[in-house]
């Protein structure tokens, strides 16, 4: 059967509801559609001047399949979901096949625990959310440590504890596991943070100014100025987060399209609160129109999500009043979808479309490269979304000397020089490489819990299964989870290109080719930490070797420093000089030119 005989292609198709499928002759499946008339709908396609895309498509079709529906609703739905599941090269595909994050308040518990939370939402407990990525539930949970102070540790962990971890010193946990803190103030912290989480923030402020006053009446001044940062704080908030004059549950969706790409920019309201946006870039025909692009995501995005109330949008989509119908059956009450807004709603859709703009011209540009590795790299460890933050350490010393651990970081940008850092490590057994990892992470991510930088998504360790088994357990002492951690270490024959990848928990390694694009992001990632971490000892060993060596000598000051510097041109040259030759510089007595030649002798042979 071919596109020339539409009289035999379209023989047998019932005039009724139902989802279509293009063939092409080898079995694979060109586009998928909808409709409320198969015959009519498919009947169109060889009967009409067609645009140049669906001219190239129909000159390919080599059989039609259909799929009867009760409703063009139920159709809708189908679509949706074979479109995700087949991906055909003309239809508008939308990479979007994860579950969201929530934050997870395990209410069940005597003292209940905020997580980071991804799968079924049908088990005991509270779930806030859906939250846009990772980083944003990541974000609130460390708002709410310093507001409301939550536990956030596994329960064994908190179970296990005879003295309090670094969270209470920190003032990140009340200490309910050593009972620091009765369950009745506790239980006053958790529902705050549930009003928080739900929007209710003025009645939290409500609450904690008539404490502040109750605790000024009774002369409790310093519980009474620890409530009022804290209202400060939720003021701050308040500004920051909140849609002015806007409640309730919403999403603001707005499309660009430029250079044959297309962007769809999300922003999600709930409570009022704007819990973050993201960006997508679904892969569609170049030359295919705003109201098809958005008609086409929406289907795909909202087909297995909790829809809100009111969805806004920038272009109004194809067959609106049928999307409204059948995200109405499936969230069981009215969803509408609305794209002339005014006032608040109106500002919000225009920074919408800023952002959608922004986001396809920053996909466009020099970062496509960057970008397409980024997106390997998502698929090879199988990651719900493109990580927006990643962080790799290494250790570089000389047989032990002037220890150095490393940490570079890289986003969705590239290289984030401005946060890489340097650890001079100290108090170890030199040589010992897990002791030196224990205490740069220790170091690292206690500023992090503190709120210095974002806990990021994915974490790089050059080693193996027990280098990640000795990094896993220092964090777990510092109460940071939700990163997935990644060892990178050599093949059995250590030679470049055979890597393998060893994650926590996982039993085998993973091997990726030598040309994927997430093995050269990888590469790029871990070479740029050995770099970073070889720079940093190689500067504290010149440092040492330039200073500490002349300067932990009794009676060479500044001066006699210079002489023989000088006379020796330098540091080499002074260490090859015997004593009779030091003793010839001006100012230096044959028992001082002894112990300069004593101490750089005992400097070299010790390492």
Same mark, same amino acid.
């Given at each position: 059967?071919?596109?020339?005989?539409?009289?035999?292609?379209?023989?047998?198709?019932?005039?009724?509801?139902?989802?279509?499928?293009?063939?092409?002759?080898?079995?694979?499946?060109?586009?998928?559609?909808?409709?409320?008339?198969?015959?009519?709908?498919?009947?169109?396609?060889?009967?009409?001047?067609?645009?140049?895309?669906?001219?190239?498509?129909?000159?390919?079709?080599?059989?039609?399949?259909?799929?009867?529906?009760?409703?063009?609703?139920?159709?809708?739905?189908?679509?949706?979901?074979?479109?995700?599941?087949?991906?055909?090269?003309?239809?508008?595909?939308?990479?979007?096949?994860?579950?969201?994050?929530?934050?997870?308040?395990?209410?069940?518990?005597?003292?209940?625990?905020?997580?980071?939370?991804?799968?079924?939402?049908?088990?005991?407990?509270?779930?806030?959310?859906?939250?846009?990525?990772?980083?944003?539930?990541?974000?609130?949970?460390?708002?709410?440590?310093?507001?409301?102070?939550?536990?956030?540790?596994?329960?064994?962990?908190?179970?296990?504890?005879?003295?309090?971890?670094?969270?209470?010193?920190?003032?990140?946990?009340?200490?309910?596991?050593?009972?620091?803190?009765?369950?009745?103030?506790?239980?006053?912290?958790?529902?705050?943070?549930?009003?928080?989480?739900?929007?209710?923030?003025?009645?939290?402020?409500?609450?904690?100014?008539?404490?502040?006053?109750?605790?000024?009446?009774?002369?409790?001044?310093?519980?009474?100025?620890?409530?009022?940062?804290?209202?400060?704080?939720?003021?701050?908030?308040?500004?920051?987060?909140?849609?002015?004059?806007?409640?309730?549950?919403?999403?603001?969706?707005?499309?660009?399209?430029?250079?044959?790409?297309?962007?769809?920019?999300?922003?999600?309201?709930?409570?009022?609160?704007?819990?973050?946006?993201?960006?997508?870039?679904?892969?569609?025909?170049?030359?295919?129109?705003?109201?098809?692009?958005?008609?086409?995501?929406?289907?795909?995005?909202?087909?297995?999500?909790?829809?809100?109330?009111?969805?806004?949008?920038?272009?109004?989509?194809?067959?609106?009043?049928?999307?409204?119908?059948?995200?109405?059956?499936?969230?069981?009450?009215?969803?509408?979808?609305?794209?002339?807004?005014?006032?608040?709603?109106?500002?919000?859709?225009?920074?919408?479309?800023?952002?959608?703009?922004?986001?396809?011209?920053?996909?466009?540009?020099?970062?496509?490269?960057?970008?397409?590795?980024?997106?390997?790299?998502?698929?090879?460890?199988?990651?719900?979304?493109?990580?927006?933050?990643?962080?790799?350490?290494?250790?570089?010393?000389?047989?032990?000397?002037?220890?150095?651990?490393?940490?570079?970081?890289?986003?969705?940008?590239?290289?984030?020089?401005?946060?890489?850092?340097?650890?001079?490590?100290?108090?170890?057994?030199?040589?010992?490489?897990?002791?030196?990892?224990?205490?740069?992470?220790?170091?690292?991510?206690?500023?992090?819990? @503190?709120?210095?930088?974002?806990?990021?998504?994915?974490?790089?360790?050059?080693?193996?299964?027990?280098?990640?088994?000795?990094?896993?357990?220092?964090?777990?002492?510092?109460?940071?989870?939700?990163?997935?951690?990644?060892?990178?270490?050599?093949?059995?024959?250590?030679?470049?290109?055979?890597?393998?990848?060893?994650?926590?928990?996982?039993?085998?390694?993973?091997?990726?080719?030598?040309?994927?694009?997430?093995?050269?992001?990888?590469?790029?990632?871990?070479?740029?930490?050995?770099?970073?971490?070889?720079?940093?000892?190689?500067?504290?060993?010149?440092?040492?070797?330039?200073?500490?060596?002349?300067?932990?000598?009794?009676?060479?000051?500044?001066?006699?420093?210079?002489?023989?510097?000088?006379?020796?041109?330098?540091?080499?040259?002074?260490?090859?000089?015997?004593?009779?030759?030091?003793?010839?510089?001006?100012?230096?007595?044959?028992?001082?030119?002894?112990?300069?030649?004593?101490?750089?002798? @005992?400097?070299?042979?010790?390492?």
């Amino acid at each position: 059967m071919t596109a020339q005989d539409p009289r035999h292609l379209l023989q047998g198709l019932p005039q009724a509801p139902g989802v279509y499928r293009m063939v092409d002759v080898g079995g694979a499946v060109l586009y998928v559609g909808k409709a409320k008339n198969l015959k009519r709908r498919v009947g169109s396609y060889f009967s009409r001047s067609l645009n140049g895309r669906l001219q190239l498509m129909v000159s390919q079709i080599a059989d039609i399949e259909v799929t009867v529906t009760r409703t063009e609703g139920e159709a809708l739905l189908l679509e949706s979901n074979l479109i995700k599941a087949l991906r055909p090269r003309f239809n508008v595909l939308l990479r979007d096949d994860k579950s969201y994050p929530y934050i997870y308040l395990t209410t069940q518990d005597d003292f209940p625990r905020l997580a980071f939370y991804r799968g079924s939402r049908k088990g005991p407990g509270r779930f806030f959310g859906p939250y846009p990525s990772a980083w944003a539930v990541r974000e609130t949970l460390q708002l709410l440590q310093k507001l409301f102070p939550v536990r956030q540790c596994e329960d064994g962990f908190f179970r296990n504890r005879s003295r309090p971890c670094l969270q209470y010193q920190i003032k990140r946990c009340s200490g309910p596991c050593v009972g620091l803190i009765s369950p009745e103030h506790y239980a006053e912290d958790v529902a705050h943070t549930i009003k928080f989480l739900d929007g209710r923030t003025d009645e939290v402020v409500d609450e904690l100014v008539e404490a502040m006053e109750r605790a000024s009446g009774a002369l409790a001044f310093e519980r009474a100025a620890a409530l009022r940062d804290q209202i400060s704080t939720l003021r701050r908030i308040q500004q920051r987060q909140y849609v002015s004059g806007e409640g309730g549950d919403l999403d603001i969706i707005a499309c660009a399209q430029d250079g044959g790409m297309h962007c769809v920019q999300v922003f999600f309201i709930r409570g009022g609160r704007n819990l973050g946006n993201k960006a997508f870039f679904p892969q569609a025909p170049e030359d295919t129109e705003a109201s098809a692009l958005m008609a086409g995501f929406l289907a795909q995005f909202y087909t297995d999500k909790l829809i809100p109330p009111e969805l806004i949008v920038s272009v109004a989509p194809d067959d609106v009043e049928l999307l409204e119908e059948a995200f109405s059956e499936q969230a069981g009450r009215r969803v509408q979808v609305r794209c002339s807004v005014r006032t608040e709603r109106a500002r919000w859709l225009e920074m919408a479309r800023g952002n959608a703009q922004i986001a396809l011209k920053s996909r466009l540009g020099s970062q496509a490269g960057y970008a397409r590795r980024l997106e390997a790299l998502r698929d090879a460890l199988d990651l719900a979304e493109l990580p927006s933050r990643m962080e790799c350490f290494d250790i570089s010393h000389t047989r032990g000397e002037r220890t150095v651990a490393s940490c570079v970081v890289f986003d969705a940008e590239g290289p984030r020089k401005s946060d890489y850092r340097h650890f001079n490590i100290e108090g170890i057994t030199p040589g010992d490489d897990y002791a030196a990892m224990h205490q740069a992470l220790t170091r690292r991510y206690t500023r992090i819990k @503190q709120g210095e930088h974002p806990v990021p998504d994915i974490l790089f360790i050059d080693g193996g299964r027990g280098q990640i088994g000795a990094v896993a357990s220092a964090l777990q002492e510092l109460g940071v989870t939700g990163m997935l951690i990644v060892g990178v270490s050599k093949g059995p024959d250590r030679r470049p290109g055979t890597e393998q990848l060893w994650l926590l928990g996982r039993e085998a390694a993973v091997i990726l080719p030598s040309d994927s694009p997430a093995m050269h992001l990888i590469e790029q990632i871990r070479d740029e930490a050995h770099r970073f971490a070889i720079t940093g000892h190689r500067q504290r060993r010149a440092k040492a070797r330039t200073t500490s060596v002349l300067e932990e000598i009794s009676g060479v000051g500044p001066k006699r420093r210079q002489r023989l510097l000088k006379q020796f041109g330098g540091l080499r040259g002074l260490a090859r000089a015997g004593v009779e030759d030091i003793a010839g510089v001006d100012g230096i007595s044959r028992q001082l030119a002894q112990q300069i030649y004593d101490a750089f002798h @005992q400097d070299v042979s010790g390492s």
